[in-house]
């Protein structure tokens, strides 16, 4: 299968190793959705190529409307692709039942979404452990500690006791990295994660994904329509009438390698 690897590199941030296992590849994937009574179909995602690697930190950039959600939805096996297919790793998402492939999604795959969407009657604790609590008794003894260090990395420690209420805006999403964290997925897709923070706050969440990245390891997927978000991302590309093209927007050399998996 040959997929195009978002290859745009921020100089001074190394490359990930060539031999990062991909995390997530999608392969001539094409999203239609049908149009009604009569009318034609809008193309949302139009034969995206695209390999995320383990520790990745990839942008991808596009006015609204562009299909970047769409192919996150895509991308993460909330909604089926019109063809084309999505591996996550290394499995085949659409060849999976229902069941499985939730499962395979809550396991692998941390979500971040524009709108904090927490348990308002929950703590920020509680919050952060709902994923494991969901999976299961097991999961969710085995992820208490983790679910406070990951609270105390993402600046919570002082209120892991609070409901979202008391919580600023920012302090909310900190608090939803870090349960995007809890179960330790293979990766971290956030949609538009800062579209709802003011700048200063923006800056300081964008801070945080960069801080994962670098000393976790943590494999990120962001959308975004803002370009200089982009512009500090190692890898980005853009997104234009549902087609992932190679965005130059930094100062390297934008290119799109080929690689054979």
């Known amino acids: 299968m040959t997929v195009a690897t978002v290859q745009e590199l921020r100089p001074g941030r190394a490359a990930p190793l ?21 009318t034609a179909g809008a193309t949302a995602v139009a034969g995206a190529d695209l390999v995320v690697r383990t520790g990745d930190f990839v942008a991808v ?11 996150l939805n895509v991308a993460a096996g909330l909604t089926r ?7 996550l790793a290394g499995v085949d998402l659409w060849s999976l039942s229902d069941a499985a492939r939730t499962r395979l999604r809550r396991e692998r795959v941390g979500f971040v979404f524009q709108f904090p969407s927490l348990i308002p009657s929950l703590s920020a604790l509680e919050n952060v452990l709902l994923p494991a609590t969901l999976a299961g008794a097991g ?8 679910a406070r260090d990951l609270l105390e990395t993402v600046g919570m420690a002082a209120k892991t006791g ?7 805006a920012g ?9 995007a ?3 330790q997925p293979s990766i971290l897709i956030a ?56 965005g130059d927007l930094s100062t390297g050399n934008g290119d799109l390698s080929v690689p054979v998996l």
């Open 139 to 146: 999961h969710a003894s085995a992820s208490a500690d983790r």
């Open 18 to 38: 060539a031999e990062a296992p991909p995390v997530l590849v999608l392969n001539a994937v094409t999203k239609v959705f049908p149009g009604h009574r009569g």
């Open 181 to 183: 964290l809890v179960l």
């Open 191 to 246: 949609d538009e994660p800062t579209s709802s923070l003011d700048e200063e706050t923006e800056g300081e969440v964008m801070a945080l994904f960069e801080r994962l990245n670098a000393a976790d390891g943590v494999t990120v997927l962001m959308v975004t329509h803002d370009a200089g978000l982009a512009r500090r991302c190692p890898r980005h590309a853009r997104m234009v009438a549902g087609r992932l093209v190679d």
């Open 162 to 168: 609070e409901r979202p209420g008391r919580l600023s």
């Open 61 to 71: 950039t596009g006015r609204s409307g562009s299909g970047k959600t769409s192919l």
């Open 171 to 179: 302090e909310q999403q900190r608090v939803v990295i870090a349960r």
């Open 81 to 87: 692709p019109t063809s084309g297919g999505v591996l």
